[in-house]
């Protein structure tokens, strides 16, 4: 089960249709479908991960909540910047190392280890890439999430790959995608679009 999708789906459900009169009621419904949410996500971990301890459950629900209220304040800030912003960034011209540390030191990009140091992944630039400002976290809540269950015991093989567009050093897409590999279940099969 895709447990991301489902609640990003739910979310998205539940604030657009950003017409003038129904967007404050739509507003107020928010609180209430987060909070169905975060039951539903406590269900499913509680079903696919019986051995899971409930603490642990309660933390994986928290990270998904956090990434839930990011994807909330990016919607909110998209529709204040107007939709113009909807099609940016651009990050075609970034075409060379020396213009991705430009970037970096200009505080515009930031490093996203592929493969995280906790799971023995390498601070080195085999294993780096630059993305704007957020992404990293985005992806750290993914890792958080298979931290956790590698603590319960599950084997997992995991995969991160990025995909980038023309001859730009800055990935357009991140793939993550993980699976059980006493079952062979696939655990999570996301994509962080970046541009």
Known sequence: M????????????ASLKPSTGQQKAADKKIPAVKREIEAAALHNFAENFPNLPKIEMTKLVQALKNIIDQKAMQKEQNKVLGEDYLNKPDFSSI???????????????????????RFGGSTGIENTVFVPVGIAKIKDSFDTFLEGLLRDGKKISFNCQPEYKGKSFIPAVIIIKATDTETGKLIVDEKISIW
Do not use: C, H, Q, W
């Open 2 to 13: 895709n447990f991301f999708k489902k609640l990003f789906g739910r979310e998205e459900e």
């Open 95 to 117: 075409t060379s190392m020396d213009k991705v540390l430009e970037e970096a030191r200009a505080g515009n990009l930031e490093p996203l280890y592929l493969i995280d140091e």
